[in-house]
Antibody, heavy 116, light 106 residues
């Protein structure tokens, strides 16, 4: 079964850091680009970051540029999002999504709450 | 930056046709993707590259894209189609989502 499973979310104080992980299974992870997408409570989808299959191409949304770092380990079939200098407005469910013909496979999401 | 505009809500009678629009400057020149999201669940891709349906998506779902408007059409609407629907495009090196449309099936 093709699957993405996020982990690493939780409650964190403003200004602190958190690292999210996304474990892929059921497909050849190294063949696909990947993305992080977030959704604040009661709000719409917001794209966060993209990484190419070999990590040679990386993009970020302006809202996280300079604070978040996307990375991947193809040997471990894993995607990561290092989030530094967290703000209240980063509170959201964070989804990893496979870039096939579109965002064709999504994980179930992990909740990040930034609050003092 | 590029913006996509969606109506906040659309209502459709059971068995009728719902049309959800996504507006953007010359959106017809871009590939548009549509996602369905039910409460508490991750989004699901329902249309890609304007008109194509992934396997497992009913033929009742169709898409079109021209000029400044892309449209997701849901024929013979069912109660199970109630959800939020998001359009999405790539603009240069960024991904843009519309604000989402809540579909209510009456």
């Amino acid at each position: 079964e093709v699957q993405l499973v996020e982990s690493g979310g939780g409650l964190v104080q403003p200004g602190r850091s958190l690292r999210l992980s996304c474990a892929a299974s059921g497909f050849t992870f190294s063949d696909y680009s990947m993305n992080w997408v977030r959704q604040a409570p009661g709000k719409g989808l917001e794209w966060v970051s993209y990484i190419g299959s070999s990590s040679s191409t990386i993009y970020y949304a302006d809202s996280v540029k300079g604070r978040f770092t996307i990375s991947r380990d193809n040997a471990k079939n894993s995607l990561y999002l290092q989030m530094n200098s967290l703000r209240d407005e980063d509170t959201a469910v964070y989804y990893c999504a496979r870039q096939g013909v579109a965002f064709d496979i999504w994980g179930q999401g992990t909740m990040v709450t930034v609050s003092s | 930056s590029y913006e996509l505009t969606q109506s906040l809500s659309v209502s459709v009678a059971l068995g009728q046709t719902a049309r959800i629009t996504c507006g953007g400057n010359n959106i017809g020149s871009k590939n548009v993707y549509w996602y369905q999201q039910k409460p508490g669940q991750a989004p699901v891709l329902v249309i890609y590259r304007d008109t194509k349906r992934p396997s497992g998506i009913p033929e009742r779902f169709s898409g079109s894209n021209s000029g400044n408007t892309a449209t997701l059409t849901i024929s013979r609407a069912q109660a199970g189609d109630e959800a939020d629907y998001y359009c999405q495009v790539w603009d240069s090196s960024t991904v843009v989502f519309g604000g989402g449309t809540k579909l209510t099936v009456l």
